[in-house]
C-alpha cells in the first residue's frame, strides 16, 4: 500500500510537469522552475522525469515544440515560419529550422504534410498496421456517412489515469481499469461522463511516446479521494461526429475529420487536446465496437 501511494504521488507530479511544459511552451522552461512544480531537487527531478517519461526534460520539451509547430504548419500554412518558431518556444527561425531538420531530416521550407507523412518513422508504424485500417484514407468509392456538427463545451474538472504509450493494448485497458476501480469506490460510475483525451497526434508523435488520458468528468463540488489525478479542461467549441463502428471505422472518423471537414470547415484546431467522448462504455461493448462522439477543438480560421 505504501509502495502503491509514493508510486502516485510521483506519477501525480511528474504529470503537472508534463501538463505545465504543454501549456506554455512558447516560455523559457529552466529546470530549476519546473523542479519546484514537482517538488523536488534539481537533480533528482531531472532523473526521475527521464525515467518515468522515457526522455530527458530536455528532449520531451523539444518534441512537443517541435509538434506544435508542425501542426501549425499543416493547419494554419500561411503563418510565416518566424511566427511559428516564436510561439513555439523557438529563440529564433534558425534555431528551429535546425531543430526540425535534425529531427525530421529536411528543412521545414521543404515540409509538406504528404512529405513529412511519408518520411516519418510513424508512418513505417502505420503502415505495419495497415491491414487493420489504420493510416488508410477513406475510400471515395464507398465513403462512410459522416456528419459534423458544432457543439460548445463548458470547462470541466476530471479525474484522469495518463497512459504513455499506446502501442501497448495492455498498458491502455490496464489505466481503463485504474480509473473504472477508482470510479466505483467513488459512486462515479456509471453514471459519470468518460471522456478520452489525445494529447498528441499520432501522425506526429512516436507511439511509444503517444500520450492518452482516460477520463471522468466530475459533478460540481466533487473532493476526490484516493490516489487518482485531477485536472480542470477548459471550455470550447469543438467540431463533433458520433462514430458507431470497430476501430477502423474510428480510424476512418478521424481522418475524415482532420483530412475532409476540417480545410473545408472555416476553423482550425486550437492547441487543446482532442478528446472521445464515450456515448456506450467500452467494457460493455467489449471494446470490438464503439459508439463515441470524436470531438476536435476548432475556432474561426485565422483568429490569433
Known sequence: MKNTVSRQIYTERINRVIDHIAAHLEEPLPLARLARLAHFSPFHFHRIFTILVGESVHAFTRRLRLEKAVLAMKYAPRTTLTDIALRCGFASSSDFSRAFKQAYGFSPRQFTPERFVKESKN??????NTGYGFGKLPDPKNPDRFRVRLVERPAQRVAYVRVIGTHAPERLLAGFERLMAWGKQNDLVPQAELIGMSQDDPNITPQRKYRYDFCLVLPPGFKPAGDINVKNVPGSRFGALRCKGDIHKLDRAWNYLFRTWLPGSGHEPT??????????????????????????????????
Open 271 to 304: 492547441l487543446e487536446p482532442a478528446m472521445e467522448v464515450y456515448r456506450g462504455h467500452p467494457a460493455e461493448l467489449g471494446w470490438s465496437v464503439y459508439d463515441i462522439d470524436c470531438m476536435v477543438p476548432v475556432k474561426p480560421l485565422g483568429v490569433r
Open 123 to 128: 508512418w513505417q508504424d502505420l503502415l505495419a
